[in-house]
T-cell receptor, first 114, second 111 residues
Framework: DGGITQSPKYLFRKEGQNVTLSCEQN?????MYWYRQDPGQGLRLIYY???????QKGDIAEGYSVSREKKESFPLTVTSAQKNPTAFYLC?????????????FGPGTRLTVL | GQQVMQIPQYQHVQEGEDFTTYCNSS?????IQWYKQRPGGHPVFLIQ?????EVKKQKRLTFQFGEAKKNSSLHITATQTTDVGTYFC???????????FGGGTRVLVKP
């Protein structure tokens, strides 16, 4: 929302292919996050980064990889090792305030594996 | 690990009625946040509660943080069709670096 963009909105992938989801923010936020949402479910944290060139695994990092080379960008790669990648992927950013950070979400990417 | 549960999972409400959704954590939280996700949309931040027993209001929405900082509630008065969506609570635990989301309460309003 307001300053976070994700592309593409919809993505189709064949089994066995890696795919990279884009996330860009112009809010000058230090922290960025990737979540996965399955139908009717809550949000589960995949990876997060609180500073450039550093990131940490979330609760469901297996089969995913990220990079944080620039403050504005936090791309997520869904690898062929992710056994059930079809889901709605949400990127978020925040100021990085310890234990009080509110998060601003992008519009999301719906990934479907064919 | 920290778990956050929300009940009910679904809430069907007649337009004009009140309802409450509840959020419970397995561990003490440093704060609780609430987000709303409209159908087909993305979560949008509503409010954050930090103090034990804190109550905050946003128009027809009343948010409360429990005394033990392990539970929270959202009460909506005189529900309107614009209230349709999924309401998520989320909290930071002792480590303070990860926000754990509840499963959400999906609200459907009958006109």
């Amino acid at each position: 929302d307001g300053g976070i963009t994700q592309s593409p909105k919809y993505l189709f992938r064949k089994e066995g292919q890696n795919v990279t989801l884009s996330c860009e923010q112009n809010l000058n936020h230090d922290a960025m996050y990737w979540y996965r949402q399955d139908p009717g479910q809550g949000l589960r944290l995949i990876y997060y980064s609180q500073i450039v060139n550093d990131f940490q695994k979330g609760d469901i990092a297996e089969g995913y990889s990220v990079s944080r080379e620039k403050k504005e960008s936090f791309p997520l790669t869904v690898t062929s090792a992710q056994k059930n990648p079809t889901a709605f992927y949400l990127c978020a950013s925040g100021q990085g305030a310890y234990s009080t950070d509110t998060q601003y979400f992008g519009p999301g990417t719906r990934l479907t594996v064919l | 690990g920290q778990q956050v549960m929300q009940i009910p999972q679904y809430q069907h409400v007649q337009e004009g009625e009140d309802f409450t959704t509840y959020c419970n954590s397995s561990t003490t939280l440093s704060n609780i946040q609430w987000y709303k996700q409209r159908p087909g949309g993305h979560p949008v931040f509503l409010i954050q509660l930090v103090k034990s027993g804190e109550v905050k209001k946003q128009k027809r929405l009343t948010f409360q943080f429990g005394e033990a900082k392990k539970n929270s509630s959202l009460h909506i008065t005189a529900t309107q069709t614009t209230d349709v969506g999924t309401y998520f609570c989320a909290g930071y635990g002792a480590a303070g670096n990860k926000l754990t989301f509840g499963g959400g309460t999906r609200v459907l309003v009958k006109p």
